[in-house]
């Protein structure tokens, strides 16, 4: 299907969705709290992304973005969607029950980046030691021991 | 990480009577590196399975966001160190894709071959340590004495045998050895007169088939929902292989089947593994005596920068699906970077393929699955 398709559907479920087409894919920016509705909607819906394939978070100092990406095993198209947090509360909806997929990686992007996933049925670290402190993969993280800096 | 007296709390809270939690791991033979399963059993029945990972986390993202876009690429060989060269690949393809580099026709054959000739010893070592996992010493050595002389063949030529760091952005490192090509026509020939005794020793096993058969089945759509790829995704009948799907460095110029199987279990998923050697060996076939004359590293500036945006490759690993995300600040750095590793998400569904059946099984289900300790924790 068209971008131009991906993004009608979109734009009809969350309507403050924006969109970049620059890079491969399209990228999509949704607000937090559409995202579960819209995920439900892309899985189950005629867009059938059924498939995610990638499921990570970026630190931008001022902010967190979590970024989904799915594909679809049936229509071969990929949309990009990121979903902006707020550092000082990082809270989203959990898709681990739409896609089970996620249910390891929010667990990993939970203890890495500290980004809290709502109603995951088992949001424990996965990695990391049960004392650690601070969440490795923000910037602002120092290791003064293990650290390599150049 | 996990103390004794925590595990035994977890099941007071769980628990009901009859239930029993073994560990298995980190320190155990069949888990090929050190993963630890936290298994809760009622009698012989497996209720649940979880992994608790990170004991060889060496937090290679974190890593990389202060190496070089010609740095980070050997980390990479360290995360799935049976598929190094896919790995490295993966890694060159991204910076090229953000640098727009075309990559000369020479490198690219070289890096089919160099990727096929690493799936095939990825398998061999697999099928070893699966028929040791199952009981069986002696295929070890019949696959291994195939591995070697791959691994003689990587150390010509890169100067190591596993952690090869052959893939630069913009081609490979250096040029082939003068005996490259001799040698990988004898281990063809040698792999094809040796191949039925894979058949004869395994395949056509009954012990092997009773023990794999019906064993651990993922059905074709909980291997997508679990993210599923290479041939454990295969086995259940989802055509993944994006050599097909979205092909790279010429892989759409040469002529090879996906494998597929439909019965999603244990044997299937050996079945596919066996049957991808062959495969890689026609594409080598069609390529060894077609290595094209010219350049092996397209001229490259000595200070990489990229772009500023996100960058995103996919490559067929012998484990499954890699994706390298790059977002790029427009530094020698990359800002973030993410490997979407496949042993990672194959893992997932073991509590899903494991459960209901015998803890006798349980090694079965586990050697198919092909994990790889490092590329799970990074």
Known sequence: MSNEEIKEYVTSIAPSATFDESGEWLNSMVEPGTWKELALRLRNGPLHFDYLFCLTCIDWKTHLTVVYHL???????????????????PEIETVSDIWRTAEFHEREVFELFGAVFLHHPDLRRLILTDDFEG???????EDPINMIKL | MYTQ??????TTINGSEGELVINVGPQHPATHGVLHLVITLNGETIKKIEPHLGYIHRSIEKMCESLTYRQFIYVTS????????????ACALCVEKGLQIEVPARA???????????????HELWLGAMAMDLG??????????EREMINEIMEDTCGARLTMNYMVAGG??????????????????????RVPEFDDLITNNIIFQNRMKGVGVLSGEDAISYGCTGPVARGSGVSSDIRKLYPYDGYDAVAFDEVLETAGDSYARYLVRLREMHQSIRIIEQLIDAIPEGDFQAKTKAVLKLPKGEFYTRVETARGELGVYIVSEGGTT??????RSPGFSNLSALHHMAKGSKIGDLMATMGTLDLVIPDIDR
């Open chain 1, 71 to 89: 594909s679809s095993t049936t229509h071969r198209h990929t949309i990009v969607v990121k979903a902006k947090l707020d550092t000082a509360k």
């Open chain 1, 135 to 141: 969440f490795p993969l923000r910037k602002d993280f």
């Open chain 2, 5 to 10: 007296t925590e595990i035994i709390k977890d």
């Open chain 2, 78 to 89: 360290r995360m799935d160190y049976l598929s190094s060269h896919i790995n490295n690949e």
């Open chain 2, 108 to 122: 690219k054959v070289i890096r089919v071959l160099m990727g096929e000739l690493t799936r095939i010893a990825s």
């Open chain 2, 136 to 145: 069986a010493f002696t295929p070890f050595f019949y696959t291994f004495r």
């Open chain 2, 172 to 193: 490979v490192a250096m040029d082939l050895h003068p005996d490259f090509q001799r040698k990988v026509k004898l281990f063809v020939t040698q792999f094809k007169k």
């Open chain 2, 334 to 339: 990359p800002y973030r970077i993410k490997f």
